[in-house]
């Protein structure tokens, strides 16, 4: 019998994950299942349990554990409540994590210990983990993968040409939904969750409306490759095709594109050397006229961009602390608590302030329990300011 690939998915429910189980399920019978894992969503787990046989799954929301876990008792399979609960004696292939928020972060430093190669689509594991992150994998022996499909395009170029050869790397942003539209001053949730090009979740879509998306890549790029802050630029490329791009010492500008969908960085770095990926019909073989259009980013219309280098600069601590604020001020406009235009100048407001700057300039990231002490820091500084405006 020949080796089947141990892989686990981490937010096997979501957009993500069901990317994932559609791309393994083309070869199903070279992989085994290890671990699944959700939040609630009883009837996707459901049907992925019945199909794809997990010998681990990992159910977050209790009442949907027991109901999960009583539908499957003549099933051969260990159900979990918690991450912290699951136990395992061999390390997994592959892990995709996939679970955003907090929960994801905690996630991905657990299977550090238990993968081979975790394979990170959520934002928070690398803008918050940092150095830290990195050290860990070292230290586990486990290889630290992006999925997102601009840092994906991005590692190929990195891998054809040597740093010293490159000048400057660009990240390409589709603009999002408001790139044409002047006044964003009414504009609703349901208006800023309609991206143009890709089917995204409803965070996500913000923060690709806002360009706040941008930034982490930024943040990523800095992190995995060690690119100084100044040679990482953005482009507004609006039909999403192009994902990365670099400029080298002799003139040439070098790009990588692909289809708006994610299964093609998934499919492209799980079926990485074990077997040939099945054909996909790219968008340049179509018959109709095709644009690719690249031009500026404009900080008049994307005012949080301004303060993304400065972020940069100040390093692990800035980095954490802008994911939290993004993300309570991102849900704040969801429950439409304050404008889309506040979620921006929120951020701005709060990064203006010495005490924080002194404290990102002043502390850092030893540990584990570190990052959760910024996390918590930074959630006041949200209430606080919310207290004061509101």
């Known amino acids: 019998m020949s080796y089947k690939i141990k892989i686990a998915i981490l937010g096997s429910t979501g957009s993500i994950g069901l990317s994932t189980i559609e791309t393994i399920s083309e070869n199903l019978n070279l992989f085994q299942i290890e671990i699944l894992s959700c939040n609630k969503n009883f009837l996707r787990i459901s049907k992925q349990i019945k199909n794809l046989n997990p010998k681990n799954v990992i159910i977050s929301d209790y009442k949907t554990y027991l109901k ?38 905690q996630s991905t430093f657990l299977f550090l210990k ?5 394979l990170i689509a959520n934002k928070e594991s690398i803008v918050c983990g940092g150095q830290f992150l990195l050290k860990q994998a070292k230290k586990n022996f486990c290889k630290i993968i992006s999925i997102d499909s601009e840092l994906y395009c991005l590692d190929l170029l990195l891998k054809k040409y040597s740093k010293t050869k490159i000048n400057k790397v660009y990240i390409t942003a589709s603009g999002g939904p408001f ?21 995204m979740g409803k965070k996500i879509s913000i923060d690709s409306a806002t360009l706040v998306n941008k930034i982490f890549e930024m943040i990523e790029v800095k992190t995995l490759y060690n690119i100084p802050f100044e040679s990482i630029k953005i482009k507004i490329h609006p039909q999403s095709k192009i994902h990365a791009l670099c400029i080298l010492d002799n003139g040439i500008v070098d790009f990588i594109a692909h289809n708006t969908d994610m299964k093609i960085p998934i499919r492209n770095t799980i079926f990485n050397k074990i077997k040939k990926n099945s054909y996909i019909k790219n968008f340049i073989e179509s018959s109709g006229k095709i644009n690719l259009e690249l031009y500026e980013c404009i900080p008049s219309k994307f005012p949080i961009l301004r303060l993304g280098y400065t972020i940069l600069k100040l390093g692990d ?64 500084l949200c209430s606080n300011l919310m207290l004061k405006k509101f």
């Open 317 to 380: 601590i800035a980095h954490i602390a802008f994911n939290v604020f993004n993300d309570f001020f991102v849900e704040q406009f969801l429950v439409k608590k304050i404008s889309f235009i506040d979620i921006s100048k929120n951020i701005i407001t709060l990064f203006d302030d010495k005490e924080l700057l002194r404290y990102c300039k002043t502390n850092k990231i030893k540990n584990f329990n570190d990052i959760f002490k910024v996390i918590s820091y930074s959630k006041q």
């Open 179 to 199: 790139l044409n539209k002047k006044n964003l001053k009414n504009v609703s949730v349901k208006d800023a969750l309609k991206h143009p090009t890709w089917k």
């Open 114 to 118: 238990f993968s081979k190669k975790l």
């Open 68 to 105: 999960i876990k009583k539908k499957f008792s003549k099933k051969k399979i260990n159900f979990f409540n918690n991450f912290k609960d699951i136990k395992l004696k061999k390390k997994i292939d592959i892990t995709v994590c996939a679970i955003s928020g907090i929960l994801g972060l």
